[in-house]
Structures are given as structure tokens and as C-alpha cells.
Nanobody, 115 residues
């Protein structure tokens, strides 16, 4: 059974930082590319960042370039998203995503950037 445990979300002031974690089980984590998506109220889900199965290739949406860093630890079956210099427009539910032959989604963690 595929399961994800996402953590690290919360309320942060503009300019602050958060580190999201997503720990997976039930599939061969090291064989899957991993991504973070987000969905703000009344908006479509959008890709934030992605990382290859071995971690050697990363990509970012323009909204997060220079502020967000995606990484993974295959020994811990965990993918991370370090978010710095957060802005109110980063407020959203953040989801981890695993993709290879199948696609799996985490349950989401709320990030709220507000003063």
C-alpha cells in the first residue's frame, strides 16, 4: 500500500522559511522521480519543483527559482522542499508526487505566508 507522510507546513511570516518533508512507503522510492506541486484556493494545481530518481537532476518553476530547493534522501525514502524568502503568494496546499510507471500523490500540507 502506497503511503506518504508529509510534514513541515504551517504559518510563516513573509520572508521566512519552511522545510517540507515527504516520506514515502509502499513502492520503490529510489526508482521514482519526485516532485512538489501546490494548489492555492480557486487555482489549479501547479508544479513547483522536480527531482530525478537518483537526485542528480532538478528543475523548478519560475515562481520558486532562487528561493526553493528540492532534494531527496533515498536511504530515508524522503523528498524535501526547502523554501526561503516566502511570499504571501506562496500560500497553498503543497503535495508531493511520485512518478514513474504509476503516479502517486501525498495528502498535502498547508503552507500559509502571512503577517
Amino acid at each position: 500500500q502506497v503511503q506518504f507522510v508529509e510534514s513541515g507546513g504551517g504559518l510563516v511570516q513573509p520572508g521566512g522559511s519552511l522545510r517540507l518533508s515527504c516520506t514515502a512507503s509502499g513502492f520503490t522510492f529510489s526508482s521514482y522521480a519526485m516532485s512538489w506541486y501546490r494548489q492555492a484556493p480557486e487555482k489549479e494545481r501547479e508544479l513547483v519543483a522536480g527531482i530525478s530518481s537518483a537526485g542528480g537532476i532538478t528543475s523548478y518553476a519560475d515562481s520558486g527559482k532562487g528561493r526553493f530547493t528540492i532534494s531527496r534522501d533515498n536511504a530515508k525514502n524522503t523528498v524535501y522542499l526547502q523554501m526561503n524568502s516566502l511570499k504571501p503568494e506562496d500560500t497553498a496546499v503543497y503535495y508531493c508526487n511520485a512518478r514513474r510507471f504509476n503516479t502517486y500523490w501525498g495528502q498535502g500540507t498547508q503552507v500559509t505566508v502571512s503577517s
